[in-house]
């Protein structure tokens, strides 16, 4: 392990909490020291916090986020105490509508043979909002931690199928929005 920071040659370096050591940060520039495999996913939770985010579901919504035009809204973590469902809201600007086509397929081909069935909604809260949560079959029920677990595994699936989709052929705008 390091004993001074790489980035400013500190050595006030403390370890991360739950890191066992294993992950160091500076304590004058902020630098984290350690395995990459350790760092960059310390990386992404503190910036699925900073934008107040769950972690669980950040890498999704990081990688929706490569449809031009697409913002998140928000997103809300799946509970089975509090009865709610991993869910992203986000929103298409102008731009963003043409790529609504290939941003769907991607989904649909990726939540086939996922543990929950999934659905893409379309709803009005002072503007078009769309929703990507697991579809509520029948009349709403209890789930459990397991159900949640399983949505926390589809999510990360879809984020590496939109990853992967992205550079496809068919990953293009459907149409062309006059003006842009």
Known sequence: MESECPECGSD??????????????CGLCGELCGDDALVGPELLRREARDRGLDPR??????RLEIVPGLRIDRVVGGDAR????PTVFFHLGPVGFPWLEPLTQSLALATHGAKLRWSLELQYQH?????FRPRLLGERRRFSAEEIEDAYADLDRCARALERDRLSSWWRPAFRVRGT
């Open 12 to 25: 006030l370096l403390v370890e991360v909490v739950g890191s066992a050591g294993r992950l160091l940060e």
């Open 57 to 62: 579901v950040h890498d999704f919504a990081r």
């Open 82 to 85: 509090e009865g709610t469902w």
């Open 127 to 131: 503007r078009l909002e769309l929703l």
